[in-house]
């Protein structure tokens, strides 16, 4: 199938790229960043940094193709004919240059032995935990079975969207890029995971494979990279796996909360079970906002998070050199102090540090362009894949450079990331991208000092007061890092760069999957303490921090099972009309849908559900506006001055139009007006398209 071809050309291309820019990945896992031997296998890094920054790059090498063929029938052709023979070629060169180099490195093995590190009993189990995770939240949540598509009832609002998109490139040819949702526009949502299933499903690859392979992929591949991080932190393997665990089931009071609130005599587990809402304790929380859900609904996230934890196994070990060369320069100025204790000494040392830190060429010089470059042209292809992902890495980054050393590397990343991403939201966005406006405490009831505490304290639990304490056992560089990763979280409680604050929630689960790991090295820590008591209490505290995420997994479950599905007809009449004979160009006016048959067929509608155009940032109440005023039209001329103004293609008058409390649908003159070309169904359930091109005699 091409499909996999491609995706396999995408798992090669990332390995040359990673192989010529980050030479040192293979050996990334030997050793701990202060230096101690923690012997993983290379390939839990290796092989989630070979697949997601192929496949990305690949992709928009695909995308800025189909863009320059965007007027031939079918650009995708052309596109992937010449990415893959291109890929190809280049992929054999180099897979040939490695077969003929495999004498000479086996001939360096013998003169310096490579460590074997192979995976543990515990890693085999950890992988096929996370792999069965992985898969099945993916496919309970989206499938194909018997020419149904099944879309989870947790999931199946943001799908909207999201399919309208995918089938907007399968088979709608949406070059140059619009908004399914809000078409003839400009296109502000990240749509590059959505054009990479398109594309798949073009190649050959059915709907649900397409889009759940590279989400599945994309999460084995954060956890693979999370545990390889943890590690690298603590020293420890258990940490590694404790991160995973608190990364897949959050910490919150909200499960405690429940129980104390059923009435008395309710049998505990018979309500636990009988349950199948998200908990609302918190503003939005009923949506799943803080759970695995999030993972499921939107999978571009999942897929881009793996560049985040690779970018910072790559630059932390800067922050470890910097302080440290800070640190021996302090202690040998601080030999010279004969009075160490005045204040006047204590400042002398502060400002000395800094100088250390800052006007020292050793901080800032450039020992490794390559990873400077091609870090920053990673991080800047994110932007249109998930923008939050790029604008989190860069916050961690920043608040990393100012003790790391080779400052100017760091420098680099930034201004190519941010050149990129600025380069591409001119290219796809008319006016300005983002509204950057001062907006404290996210989305708390009470969005002051103390009742953003407060919503923290019920969001999150008992994580923060852990967090602290692991903060006073810490020392030196790890205290910085902590701090760091805490920088996409204040971030999204003081800046909104939408106008859905919402949407910052993305910055604060980068945040607490980051800070999982500083939570797992104080509770091994207390584990391995001699006290009985203090292990008691670590497996205490692992469980009531883990206990209601787990139960939300179930809830997640129990939410796309059985008759919880939204489904849809792969071969309905009207899906299969809306591919035959729509293209991404033809604007259709209908009702607000959110997802259904049109949807499923790729149509690029005027105004569909208005939140999803609102939250991206579009003019919905204007829109909102015309719809009303074409579909209740009274005249001829009317319409066809409206139509004409909005360039609308075809018009759809269905149920949903008839039964509307928003506007009475004026479907006479409608039909007295242009020609329908398409029509099923009986009675006020009828569907018919009317084609505005097809005027009929006056």
Known sequence: MIAILYLLICFVTGCMICTFAFPKLKDITKKSFRGNPIELNQYFVLLPAWFISGTILVTWLVYLLALIFRNKPQPLIFANGITMSICLVISALYLIQKFWSRRVLKMAESADPVHKMSLTTSEWIFLALVAFLSIQLMWQ?????????????????????????????????????????????????????????????????????????????????????????????????????????FFAFRSSPSLFTYLSELPKGTGIFEALKANSSFFSYTTHEEWGLWNLNVYCNQRHFAFTLPIMLLMLLLFIPLAYEGLYRASEGLI??????????????????GIEFVKLLFLQWEGWKVKDIKLAIMSGLIIGALAFWNGAVTIGILLVLFVLAIISDRKLELLITAVLATTLSVIQSKVFISGSAI??????????????????????????????????????????????????????????????????????????????????????IFLVKLFENRSIFLKLVSGILVIVLTCTGFYEYLTVLRKNSGSNYVVLNMEDKVTEWVMDHTTAKDIILSPYYALNQVVLGGGMLYLGWPYFGWSAGYDTEGRQEMVTRMYEADTKEELKSLVEQENIRYIIVDYDARTSDLYIVNEENIRNTYQAVFSTGEGEWNTTIYDTSQKLAQ
């Not at 390889?228 to 404790?242: N, W």
């Not at 040998?332 to 040392?349: G, L």
Request: proline share 3%; with cysteine; glycine share 8%.
């Open 435 to 520: 509204e950057t406006n001062f907006l404290f405490g996210f989305i708390a009831e009470n969005p002051t000092f103390f009742g953003s505490l407060d919503y923290i304290k019920r969001l999150t639990g008992i994580l923060f007061p852990v967090l602290l304490l692991s903060f006073i056992t810490l020392k030196g560089t790890r205290r910085w890092i902590l701090f760091s990763f805490l920088a996409p979280f204040i971030f999204a409680f003081t800046v909104s760069l939408t106008i859905d604050v919402t949407v910052n929630h993305k910055y604060i689960m980068m945040s607490l999957m980051l800070l999982s790991i500083f939570v797992a």
């Open 141 to 245: 949540t989206f499938f194909v079975a018997h020419g149904q598509v099944y879309i989870g009832n947790s999931v199946f609002s943001d799908f909207s969207p999201h399919i309208g998109m995918i089938r907007s490139f399968s088979h709608g040819n949406n070059f140059p890029t619009t908004y399914s949702h809000f078409a003839g526009s400009d296109i502000r949502y990240h749509f590059m995971f959505q054009f990479l299933v398109g594309n798949l499903e073009f190649l050959g690859m059915r709907l649900d494979y397409a889009f759940n392979i590279p989400s599945a992929i994309g999460m084995i591949s954060t956890f693979s990279l999370l545990y390889v991080l943890g590690c690298k932190l603590g020293g420890k393997r258990a940490i590694g796996f404790l991160s995973c665990l």
């Open 332 to 349: 040998v100025a601080s030999n010279k102090e004969r009075d160490k204790q005045s204040i006047s000494s204590i400042f002398r040392r």
